[in-house]
């Protein structure tokens, strides 16, 4: 009976000690990475409240023998990106000119990267435009 009492309460001690060692790794595991998430939060706050400054670049300004060229339509041809991107209105009526606005539209309808809700935005677009310049 006092060996069986003795042994069950070994068998307690060896269990308790089973079950605490991984409690235990836990509870250290999460103290380090509240620590260093605390750190990591405490540095962003500092980084916060420095005033932003801007890496220093050399320029000059000034006037220039010939005139300034600036892109302003773009015309893509490389793989299956085929696009036109004009960024001015005098290169408007060289493309009107050459599609009509019913094209214009099929494009636009079969276009999956134009939203749904945007597709007959563009069309009336089109439209008041084909409207405005016939």
Known sequence: MKKEKHRIKKL?????????VPA???IVLTAVSMHRSNRLVRQAAEHAR??????AMDFTVGDSAEPLKI???EISQSGSLRSIQIYDAAYLDRYFD????A???????ENDGIGERFKPLLERYVD???EKYP
């Not at 420095?50 to 890496?55: C, F, K, L």
């Not at 050459?98 to 606005?101: E, G, R």
């Not at 094209?103 to 309808?109: G, H």
């Open 128 to 130: 008041m435009v084909s």
């Open 12 to 20: 307690l001690i060896v269990l308790g000690l089973l079950l605490a």
């Open 50 to 55: 420095e005033p932003y400054t801007a890496p």
């Open 24 to 26: 235990v790794g836990v």
């Open 71 to 73: 892109d302003t339509c």
């Open 103 to 109: 094209e214009i539209k099929r494009v636009i309808r």
């Open 98 to 101: 050459s599609v009509t606005p």
